[in-house]
C-alpha cells in the first residue's frame, strides 16, 4: 500500500505561479513512476506530467515549457512547479503512484483555480 498526500493547490490570477508537493509513505519501495494528473470539470483526467524511477520525464503538450515536475527519492516527494498558469489550467490535480504488476495509486487530490 502506498498512501499520497497532496498540498499546494489555491487560486491564482492567470500569469501566476503555484507549487503542487506530493507525499508519498507506505511501500514507497516498490514505486515506479510518479506523476501528476488533473480533473477539469465535465472533462477526463489527463496526465500533467510523469517522471520514471529513472529519472525519465514526460509533459502534456499543454503544459510544456510552463510546468516542470521534480522528484526526489530521499524525500519520498514529486512536485510540480506551475508557472504562467492560464484559465483552462483550472482543475482537480492528483498525484499519482505507480507500481509494477500492482497498479495505480492516487491521491485525494488539490484544487487549481485559475482566474482570468
Known amino acids: 500500500q502506498v498512501q499520497l498526500v497532496e498540498s499546494g493547490g489555491g487560486l491564482v490570477q492567470a500569469g501566476g505561479s503555484l507549487r503542487l508537493s506530493c507525499a508519498a509513505s507506505?511501500?514507497?519501495?516498490?514505486?515506479?513512476?510518479m506523476g501528476w494528473y488533473r480533473q477539469a470539470p465535465g472533462k477526463q483526467r489527463e496526465l500533467v506530467a510523469g517522471?520514471?524511477?529513472?529519472?525519465?520525464?514526460n509533459y502534456a503538450d499543454s503544459v510544456k515549457g510552463r510546468f516542470t515536475i521534480s522528484r526526489d527519492n530521499a524525500k519520498n516527494t514529486v512536485d510540480l512547479q506551475m508557472n504562467s498558469l492560464k484559465p483552462e489550467d483550472t482543475a482537480v490535480y492528483y498525484c499519482?503512484?505507480?507500481?509494477?504488476?500492482?497498479?495505480?495509486?492516487w491521491g485525494k487530490g488539490t484544487l487549481v483555480t485559475v482566474s482570468s
Open positions: 499519482n503512484a505507480k507500481i509494477v504488476l500492482e497498479g495505480d495509486y
Open positions: 507506505g511501500s514507497i519501495r516498490r514505486i515506479n513512476a
Open positions: 517522471v520514471s524511477s529513472a529519472g525519465y520525464i
